[in-house]
Nanobody, 116 residues
Framework: QVQLVESGGGLVQAGGSQRLSCAAS????????MAWYRQAPGKQRDMVAT???????NYADSVKGRFTISRNNAKNTVDLQMNSLKPADTGVYYC??????????WGQGPQITVSS
């Protein structure tokens, strides 16, 4: 079983930066797609950023130019660097691993709160 452990949640001031990290157990990290999802208060869970095993990235329009997803296959980690944070970025951020055969695993989803 794959387990995802996230870190980096907390309170951040608007305009500031924060980095989320997600560490995965198991041996399939390097061949899997990693993603970050965000669930704002009262909203559905939406994709923020994805990163394939081939290093292809995709970002939600709301975070393009501000967020960067990266992975370190040697460490089985994926990070989300968040810059120029806005109050609208507030929410629970979930790390997700999707295997080549379509199985998904989720992290615990720490909270990011951006205050103005």
């Amino acid at each position: 079983q794959v387990q995802l452990v996230e870190s980096g949640g907390g309170l951040v001031q608007a305009g500031g930066s924060q980095r989320l990290s997600c560490a995965a157990s198991g041996s399939i990290f390097s061949i899997s797609t990693m993603a970050w999802y965000r669930q704002a208060p009262g909203k559905q869970r939406d994709m923020v950023a994805t990163l394939t095993s081939g290093e292809r990235t995709n970002y939600a329009d709301s975070v393009k130019g501000r967020f960067t997803i990266s992975r370190n296959n040697a460490k089985n980690t994926v990070d989300l660097q968040m810059n120029s944070l806005k109050p609208a970025d507030t929410g629970v951020y979930y790390c997700c691993l999707v295997t080549p055969w379509g199985q998904d695993y989720w992290g615990q989803g720490p909270q990011i709160t951006v205050s103005s």
